[in-house]
């Protein structure tokens, strides 16, 4: 019978000795008798600690009492199972335990002790806690989150999912998450499922999905797998933001970014345009674009000998083919307010308003007028106050048009005013100068037959005049041939402005044309010393008499603005591809002010003695001359100091020069 008995025996001791759970056991005293390797790891005592001391050593002093209770209920033969208490270790540390007490009877089945089976649960409290943490958080979440099957069957929604999608819970769980999408968005599901397949998170997939009542939603999708213990996939978890808000936001930052775009674009457009028809066309392209009218128009504000109309000037969003039917616009009662002036008229549904059709002696609007609902006017009003004319939008439905529409309009017809009155300045200014030129052109034409005849008798006279005459007479002749100059000038001028200033380009010497110039020109200015370096000789392509013609009027112009000096110097080098030639005096200078103006035409330097004669346009012809032939033309220039003007040329040859100008449009011969 022992023999029987020992392999019993040697399994359970086994089993003693390998369970994960602590065991421990007591007698009626409440002293320990056994302990397992699990219960010394579990109190960390060792089993020479445990045995002989009191059950009471591992059990909170504040407990002791509860458990004597239950105790005594265990040792009258009772079973209790899945309690849950609190133990210490040998470290007095408390933790929870799950716990099975059981009475030890012996052979006459009289109750000797009992038996303690432990189980340390902190791991499983603190993943209760979180758990019940997370579920807190997730019911409470504004988000939706909702866990599917990978075949796409909800199995939890949450509090965020009803509030975003309208659903409740026992509406959407066992049923497929294809109900909250669009059907052209299917796919979507396919593709989302096969990278949660694959392991992958779609992270922030913004998408569409619709709501219990059919609408779209802008929603932002995070969707992770979800594992089991083994770490196998079983399904998806799905974080769903409602983004309909912050889309409609950017939406909206992006529509003003746009406007403010077109504002600056075309406030940049129309304050450097001067062309009247260009600002109209693109302040009505603008605003049309801005307001989303269906069309815009522009109507200029006219009087004709019967009444008062209105011409259309610019169109946008319609084909001007529309209005060609309706001739001139006349003052209606609509039309009244914006072309009087008195402010601007916007209306949700124009054809409410009690003025609307008020076009006596008709009555109603034409059939073939363009669908208006949504109405927009604002007057276009100078500076003087005058009205322009009007800016006019139209929409077939209602309620297109906004207040903000409205300021972003005003403003930009306010800009639109000022650049018109610009526009027309700027006619007024062209026609001016052009009757100007003409009359220029005709003057000086017309002086220069008496004044050439002039010119022959006083010569004639010069020759034969008594001695004590003759002074005056030569003087005579210098006044001619200053006048000469200046009706020469007046000439070149009308030419110039006409494009008719004829060149004749041949090779020549440089050098040498300045040496010749200083000879032509030295007897009348012996008061000054010029000095020049003949040394150098550069060939170039040129109209020789042109630019001797800008040499004589830097030279003179030398001369005559350095009264106090009598030193002038003339250099010229080659620079790359280029000849510098300069002329350099030490006289009265020239400002920074003058300088920015001294090439314009008909300007004189400012603070200049006005003894010194002249038109102004010297430097304005030789700067042209200059300009025609390639080059360039600048002044260096300190007051009291002196004055350095410098032209440079381009050196090509022949063939070259001829094609450049010839492309340019210039008269040559």
């Known amino acids: 019978m022992k023999n029987d008995i020992l392999p019993d025996l040697f399994t359970l ?56 209770a239950i105790f005594k209920r ?5 079973k209790l199972a899945h309690l849950h208490s609190i133990r210490r270790n040998k470290e007095n540390r408390h933790f929870p335990v799950s716990l099975t007490l059981s009475p030890i009877r012996d052979d006459d089945g009289l109750v000797i002790g009992a038996s303690h089976i432990m189980r340390n649960i902190t791991s499983e409290r603190e993943t209760a806690e979180k758990r019940g943490m997370l579920a807190a958080i997730v019911e409470n979440s ?54 949660i397949k694959n392991g992958n998170k779609v992270d922030h997939f913004q998408t569409i999905r619709l709501h219990k009542d059919g609408s779209a939603i802008d929603i932002s999708l995070t969707v992770s797998p979800v594992k089991d213990q083994y770490g196998k996939i079983i399904g998806a978890s799905k974080v769903a933001r409602d983004i309909t808000a912050a889309r409609k936001a950017e939406i909206a930052i992006r529509h003003q970014a746009e406007k403010l775009q077109i504002l600056n674009t075309i406030g940049k457009v129309i304050s450097e345009k001067l062309d009247t028809e260009s600002i109209l066309q693109k302040v009505t392209d603008a605003t049309t674009q801005i307001t989303g009218a269906a069309f815009g128009a522009f109507f200029y504000n006219t009087i004709t000998n019967d009444d008062e109309a209105f ?8 084909a001007r083919e529309a209005f060609e039917g309706f001739g001139m616009l006349r003052n209606t009662a609509v039309f009244h307010s914006t072309f009087s002036g008195e402010g601007v008229l916007r209306a949700d549904d124009i054809t409410k308003d009690p003025r609307y059709g008020q076009n006596a002696p008709h009555v109603g609007m034409p059939k073939e007028y363009l669908p208006v609902v949504s109405y927009l006017a604002v007057p276009v009003i100078s500076s003087s106050g005058d009205v322009i004319g009007g ?87 210098n006044q001619v041939k200053k006048l000469n100059t200046l009706i020469n000038d007046l000439f070149d001028i009308s030419k110039i402005q006409s494009g008719k200033l004829q060149f004749y380009f041949e090779e020549f010497d440089l050098t040498m044309l300045i040496k010749e110039t200083l000879e032509a020109i030295g007897e009348a200015h012996s008061s000054h010393n010029i000095y020049f370096d ?11 008499m042109r630019l001797e013609q800008v040499l004589i009027n830097l030279i003179t112009n030398a001369v005559k603005y350095s009264p106090e000096s009598d030193k002038i110097e003339i250099s010229v080098q080659k620079v790359g591809a280029e000849v510098i030639v300069s002329v350099r005096d030490y006289g009265m200078g020239i400002n920074k002010e003058n300088i920015n103006h001294i090439f314009s035409q008909f300007y004189r330097a400012k603070g200049i003695n006005r003894s010194i004669t002249g038109l102004g346009l010297g430097l304005y012809i030789t700067k042209e001359i200059i300009e025609r032939h390639g080059g360039r033309i600048w002044v260096e220039s300190e007051p009291w100091v002196g004055s350095t003007f410098s032209f440079a040329l381009p050196v090509k040859t022949k063939g070259n020069m001829y094609t450049e100008y010839h492309e340019n449009g210039e008269e040559r011969l």
């Not at 003949?534 to 020789?544: A, C, N, P, Q, V």
Request: glycine share 6%.
């Open 13 to 68: 001791a086994a089993i003693f000795e390998g369970m994960e759970d602590g065991v421990l056991s007591h007698d009626l005293d409440h002293i320990i008798l056994n302990c397992n390797p699990a219960a010394e790891t579990i109190f960390g005592y060792t089993a020479s600690e445990l045995l002989g001391k009191s059950i009471f050593t591992i059990i909170p002093e504040d407990l002791q009492q509860e458990q004597q």
């Open 74 to 78: 265990v040792m009258a033969g009772e």
């Open 142 to 195: 504004d988000d939706a989150i909702i866990s599917k099957t990978l075949d796409g069957i909800i199995t939890t929604w949450n509090g965020g999912a009803e509030k975003i999608f309208g659903y409740q819970e026992n509406e959407t769980i066992g049923r497929h998450i294809s109900i909250l999408i669009p059907l052209d968005r299917l796919n979507e599901e396919n593709l989302i499922i096969e990278n």
């Open 311 to 318: 011409k259309l000037y610019t169109l946008s969003g319609s």
């Open 391 to 477: 800016l006019f939008f139209g929409h077939p439905q209602a309620g297109v048009f906004q207040q903000e529409h409205e300021d972003l309009v005003v403003s930009l017809a306010s800009q639109a005013a000022v650049a018109l009155d610009n526009s027309r300045l700027f006619t007024e200014v062209k026609e001016l100068s052009q009757k100007k030129d003409e009359f220029i052109a005709l003057a000086s034409h017309e002086l220069k037959t008496p004044l050439t005849s002039m010119s022959g008798f006083l010569q004639l006279l010069d020759r034969r005049v008594i001695d004590a005459n003759k002074p005056f007479v030569e003087k005579a002749i």
């Open 534 to 544: 003949e040394t150098l000789e550069i060939f170039l392509e040129g109209d020789k």
